[in-house]
Structures are given as structure tokens and as C-alpha cells.
């Protein structure tokens, strides 16, 4: 008898396709990535799941490359403690105590309380609150102005980083325009002035030893002994916040010695003779005993920034975290000035490029003013949130706030202050989140936010000269939305008619962009900004001040009360104070960025991140270890009149004596404690600019149990 057999169907096998993004993290390096999606014919209401993500090679600046955090950013996605429907709070602030809603429930509860917060109180009792935790042209910000400038909302002022930088550069050469970090390649002599280029920056770096390998000597200006430093041809280590003085001791030395060009001086700045005056009382000798260096040191510098060329100065944002922030900017910006270092490609100076981006960019148009009431609305600044939420001769106080894109119980100095205010149980606090954070924790009603995967945008870079184009490669998970539909929803819960308040998404980034042939960034994935491959903002000056020269001697400083001229001042809570404060706290202490698995606040919680690095310590000198009998291991107390914090102690070579570090990036969890370092910082604003001295911050160190 014949059998039959039968032949079973051939597993049908996923399919797979790949989708251009940029990474959207408060990171210069805005990288280009590939991310791999499966998709599931046999399932056809299934969606497609993200199963790689990688660096994209065509990328002209990142080179394929991604950071140990981005590099495991599907594990974010995919977390399993993702926030991915609305929540509700139903125990005491901060307790974590939660309970799931339907996005319609959230909606109503927000627009009740809301709406009636505005009718008793006024729109100006509402305060939004949002930082870089994306960086998208318009997921960062752009419905949001609308949508509060409809209520008549405070507006948000300052910055956490990167405002007092254009200010201080701008008191110079009256922009914060400078040059194209990547021409760091061309140069002879490069000083990285207070950045960890190879963590926080870790695709210039490429350029650099380029620079290197073509005979320039690379020098590393920072109070730690950073792993760029370890990497340097030649490292100083001034004390934290004395770099102005060293700038002046290094004029000095291009004074004393002719080392200008006098040429450039005399068609491109004013107030070379009131400079030189000033410079001349900041001998080598005095700027060591301020800066904590070896008065060779100085000399050498000086002599080798004044005769090298081109000589490439790079700085990023850290410097700016003093009280005397703005003018450490307005000082650095003089160098290329005195010696003509702009005539050269891959000379002069280099920072943020943001202030390139409006090249292309128009982000006026997210901001109506046919939207805001007739009257000024009330501002406040962003760094002084705390202060904000616990002042009780604000008029309205704040009754309403909203957070997105930043976690400011941990990002924000003074962090004590800001847990009370969120604390109070008049406080009507909604977070648009991805996970718990500390913040969120003390939320009345929380959005599940979307991740860069699941929304599109575009993303300018502020460390280099290309638009990034991010393709939602998959759909939100859950119930998560991106920032600009949770603004449509509010609005449409308030009532709100206004057709701007509905703009889509498209139509958001198309209105932005100018110049730029948006299908083939889309299809591309980058596009250069409309600017010149040889970038040389002031070869034949052309600076942006009235006089059209280098401010050497600014009268706009000094019609705003600050010194006219390059100057250093000692902090009033820093290297160099004095009295009962330095008495009680002689340590100063560093927040830096150390970590390689994480910078800012987004993935010290994660499983591969964190733990990886081991937990939150206290680092010292071994000096000021053994005059406290510490030994590295051993559980310690950090505190000062804001907070306390118990961490373990680490002894090594990296910090001047004087100085302990606390590192900046861990939630409280982790902290094991409701404390984290920003609990200790110092939220005096800057000279000007609008930002805060994290940096100017004394502490003491004391041992609590030796390591059992």
C-alpha cells in the first residue's frame, strides 16, 4: 500500500530592514546610527522590533561609532521598567506609589486641576520646566511654547550649561560664533582647555591625534587628571577656577615679550593698550602662586601659544560651572585675538557650534507671540527651580509645573531646596517620562514619553556642522507618545482651538528649515550645515560687535557693571575664598563626568550602566585623605549647610590637594539614600549669562567607618 507523505510549510522567516536615526543626547557628538528592525510577516498586526542598533559609517563625523551608552539603547527602549502608560499618584509624594490610568483619565485630571489653577491664580502660577534630555529641533521644544504661552504661563529663563559660554565668548567677539572643532586636524599646537575630549567628546578625538600625528603638540588644561590628560603631550592642573588668572599670566607673557601680532591687534580689536596695562601686573610668578603651578609652566605656555601656529584652543561647557563663568569665555576669546590665530585654519578658538545652527534653522517660528496674552509674562531661571517652588513672597507662587526632557531633583544644584518644593501637597506636578526618576517620583500625574526610536525629528549638533535626520523606526511601545503629541492632547483637553496649537509634526520641522533639501537629509540621514568647508569666522575680522573688532575692552561689560577688561576674582564660595565658610568647609568640591557608561542622568539606572561602574564614590588626594585618617574603601560623609551624602572613599593621584570630587550622573537609588551630589551644590548664578556655579562649592570630608 502506498504511503503519503506530507510536506509541512516552510517557516516563514522574519524579514529585516535597516532605518537611518541620529542620536538625540545632550552630547556634542549627535551620532548617526543604523537600526536593524525585524519584521513579522506572518503576523501582520504585529509591529516590527528593533534588534540592533549600531553606528552609521557614512556618518562624516561620527564615523560609525557609538558611545558604551548608545551602544546598548535598545535595552532602554525595551526596558522592562519603561513608563508605558499614564500614571497616577496615590500615595505620598516621592513614594513611588502609582496607579495606571487611561490616557483620557490622565487628560481630565490635568485639565481640571489646571484649569482651575489658571482661574484662581493666573497662568503665570504655571511653570514648565524642561532641559536637553533630547536635544530634537522639535521634541526637545517647539508645541510646548505654544501650548504655555496660550496659558500665559511663567517662561522659563537660563541654562544648566552652554548659555554662559556664547555669553562670555559673545563680551568678546560679539558672537558666540567660533570655529569648526574638526579643524583642530590643522593645527601645531592644541590646547583642550577644561574638556575630557576623549569621554565627553569622544569623536573629536579622532581629529586630534590626526593633529598629533602631523606633528602638534596637544596640551590638556583641567583641575582633574582626566584620561585626556593621561593622553596629553603636556598637562597643567590649575585649581578649579583660576583659569582666568592663568590666561592672564599667559597675556602677559604675549605682552612682555612681543609675541603679539600687532598687525591683526591694530585693524581687528580695540582696547589693546588697557589690556596690556592690566596684563602686565599678572607676572608668571603671581599667576602660580593663584593657579597652584610652577611659574615655568607659565612661561613655556605662553611662549609656545605666542610662537606655534596655528594654535587651536577647544573648550566645552564644564568651565562655565563657576561663579565666575561668563568671564572665563570673555578671557580665552582675547588669546586668538592677540595673536591673529584666526588668520590660520585650525587656529583660533572652538566651543559649542550651536550658535552656527541658525544658519539653516528658524526656531522663532515654534514661538507665535499671537498666542501669549498682551502683558510680560513673569520669568524664572531654570537653575533656581528650587528657590522657585519655596519662595513665599513669589507672586502668584508656583502652583502648576510641568517637567520633560530633564531630571532636575538630580540635575539642578541645590537639589535639597528643589525636593521640598516638589514636596508640597499644593503643588500640581505632571512629568512626561521614559522611566521613575527621582523627579517623576514626585509627580501628581506622569505621560509615558516616547524614545528616540519611536519619534521623528531632526537633530541640530552643537559639536559639529551637520543636521541629523531621526526616522521613527518603530512605533511608541505602549501607550508612549512623543513630546509634541503630548502637547496636541493637552491642548485639545483645555479646550483649545488655536490651529497652531495641532501642527503636525512635519509640517513643524519644514517650517524650521531653510536652505536645506530636506528629502535628501531625510534619505542621507546628515546634511552639512550651508557653510564654507574652510570656516574661518574672523581671518579678516568681521566680529559681530558694533565696533565690527575683538572687544578687548567691552564698554557693553561696563555699562552692565562688570569689569570692561579681562579680570579674575576669587569666588565667593570656591579656591581662594576666605572666612568662617572656607573655616568650616575647606574643601572645594568637582561634580565632573567620569563615568564611560553614562554622563548625564539618563542610564546610571540601567542594568549594563550603573552597576557596571561600580556605585557613587568620593574621591581625594592622598594628602587630605591622611589628614582625615581615610583610606581608600572607606565609607566617608561629605556634607556642607545644603545636604550630606555617604559614599565610599577613593585615594588616588587625579586631584590637587584641596579638592574632592563627588561624581555627577547617579539617581538616589544608587546613592542609597534620598541625597545625590547636586544635593550639596551651589546655585549662585553666574556673572552673566544666566547659568550656575556648581563648581564654586565647599564641602568637608569626614570618615565615618573604616572598610570592613
Known amino acids: 500500500m502506498a504511503t503519503t507523505t506530507t510536506t509541512e510549510p516552510a517557516p516563514v522567516l522574519p524579514h529585516r530592514r535597516t532605518v537611518i536615526g541620529t542620536c538625540h543626547h545632550d552630547c556634542p557628538d549627535s551620532c548617526g546610527w543604523v537600526v536593524t528592525l525585524e519584521d513579522h510577516p506572518e503576523d501582520t498586526t504585529s509591529a516590527p522590533t528593533a534588534v540592533r542598533l549600531r553606528g552609521n559609517p557614512d556618518h562624516p563625523y561620527s564615523r560609525g561609532e557609538l558611545c558604551p551608552k548608545v551602544n546598548r539603547f535598545l535595552d532602554r527602549v525595551y526596558s522592562p521598567d519603561r513608563i508605558l502608560r499614564p500614571l497616577v499618584r496615590r500615595g505620598a509624594k516621592g513614594d513611588e506609589d502609582f496607579t495606571q490610568v487611561s490616557w483620557d483619565e490622565a487628560l481630565a485630571l490635568v485639565a481640571e486641576r489646571l484649569g482651575e489653577i489658571v482661574r484662581r491664580h493666573g497662568g503665570e502660577a504655571v511653570l514648565p520646566w524642561w532641559s536637553a534630555g533630547t536635544q530634537g529641533l522639535i521634541q526637545q521644544s517647539s508645541l510646548d511654547l505654544r501650548f504655555f504661552a496660550k496659558l500665559g504661563a511663567s517662561r522659563l529663563t537660563g541654562s544648566l550649561c552652554g548659555a554662559v559660554a556664547g555669553a562670555g565668548t559673545a563680551s568678546t567677539n560679539g558672537s558666540a560664533r567660533a570655529a569648526d572643532p574638526t579643524d583642530v586636524r590643522f593645527a601645531r599646537l592644541v590646547l583642550l582647555w577644561g574638556t575630557n575630549t576623549r569621554l565627553t567628546n569622544r569623536h573629536l578625538w579622532p581629529f586630534v591625534e590626526e593633529a598629533r600625528a602631523n606633528g602638534a603638540t596637544i596640551v590638556v588644561i583641567d583641575p582633574m587628571r582626566t584620561m585626556t590628560a593621561e593622553s596629553a603631550d603636556w598637562f597643567l592642573q590649575p585649581l578649579p577656577g583660576t ?83 561668563a568671564m572665563f569665555f570673555r578671557a580665552l576669546a582675547c588669546l586668538p585675538a592677540l595673536t591673529g590665530a584666526w588668520r590660520h585654519r585650525g587656529g583660533g578658538l572652538a566651543r559649542s557650534v550651536g550658535a552656527w545652527i541658525d544658519t539653516n534653522v528658524d526656531e522663532s517660528v515654534f514661538d507665535p507671540p499671537t498666542l501669549a496674552p498682551p502683558t510680560t509674562r513673569r520669568t524664572v531661571n531654570m537653575n533656581h527651580l528650587g528657590r522657585a517652588l519655596t519662595d513665599p513672597d513669589m507672586d502668584p507662587p508656583v502652583k502648576a509645573l510641568f517637567v520633560w526632557n530633564g531630571n532636575p531633583l538630580v540635575s539642578v544644584p541645590n537639589a ?107 534619505e542621507r540621514g546628515f546634511v552639512r550645515l550651508s557653510l564654507p568647508e574652510d570656516l574661518r569666522p574672523y581671518a579678516d575680522g568681521a566680529f559681530a560687535t558694533p565696533s565690527g573688532r575683538a572687544e578687548l575692552y567691552s564698554e557693553a561689560l561696563a555699562a552692565q557693571g562688570h569689569d570692561p577688561l579681562p579680570a579674575f576674582h576669587p569666588p565667593g564660595e570656591g579656591v581662594g575664598g576666605e572666612g568662617e565658610l572656607t573655616q568650616r568647609y575647606p574643601l572645594v568640591l568637582m561634580t565632573p563626568k567620569t563615568h564611560t557608561r553614562f554622563l548625564n542622568t539618563s542610564y546610571s539606572h540601567l542594568p549594563k550602566h550603573g552597576p557596571a561602574e561600580g556605585g557613587p564614590f568620593a574621591e581625594l588626594d592622598p594628602a587630605d585623605a591622611a589628614a582625615r585618617r581615610i583610606t581608600d574603601g572607606d565609607t566617608v560623609r561629605v556634607w556642607n549647610d545644603r545636604g550630606s551624602l555617604t559614599l565610599t572613599a577613593r585615594v588616588g593621584a587625579r586631584l590637587r590637594p584641596g579638592i574632592v570630587a563627588v561624581p555627577f550622573g547617579w539617581w538616589s537609588d544608587q546613592h542609597g539614600e534620598r541625597s545625590t551630589a547636586n544635593s550639596l551644590t551651589n546655585d549662585t548664578l553666574t556673572d552673566w549669562g544666566g547659568g550656575v556655579a556648581y563648581g564654586s562649592t565647599r564641602v568637608e570630608v569626614e570618615g565615618v567607618s573604616p572598610r570592613q
Not at 577647544?314 to 562655565?320: D, F, K, S, V, W
Not at 503629541?485 to 520641522?509: I, Q
Open 243 to 325: 583659569d582666568v588668572a592663568l590666561m592672564l599670566g599667559l597675556m602677559h607673557v604675549l605682552v612682555r615679550d612681543d609675541l603679539i601680532d600687532r598687525d591683526y591687534v591694530e585693524r581687528h580689536t580695540v582696547g589693546f593698550e588697557d589690556l596690556a596695562k592690566v596684563v602686565m601686573e599678572w607676572s608668571p610668578a603671581r599667576v602660580a602662586q593663584v593657579c597652584g603651578l610652577d611659574p615655568d609652566e607659565v612661561e613655556r605656555l605662553g611662549r609656545a601659544y605666542g610662537t606655534i601656529k596655528p594654535a587651536f584652543i577647544r573648550t566645552l561647557i564644564g568651565a562655565e560651572h563657576h561663579e565666575h563663568g
Open 416 to 522: 535639597e531646596l528643589t525636593r521640598r518644593g516638589l514636596a508640597r501637597e499644593d503643588l500640581f506636578t505632571v512629568a512626561s517620562e521614559q522611566f521613575l526618576t527621582d523627579t517623576a517620583r514626585y509627580a501628581d500625574v506622569i505621560f509615558p514619553a516616547a524614545t528616540q526610536i519611536e519619534q521623528t525629528d531632526v537633530v541640530p549638533s552643537w559639536g559639529h556642522l551637520y543636521l541629523g535626520w531621526n526616522t521613527a523606526a518603530i512605533p511608541p511601545l505602549g501607550e508612549a507618545v512623543p513630546n509634541t503629541e503630548l502637547w496636541r492632547r493637552l491642548a485639545r483637553a483645555m479646550g483649545f482651538t488655536e490651529p497652531e496649537l495641532f501642527e503636525d509634526d512635519e509640517s513643524l520641522l519644514r517650517s524650521a528649515l531653510h536652505d536645506v533639501d530636506i528629502e535628501a537629509l531625510r
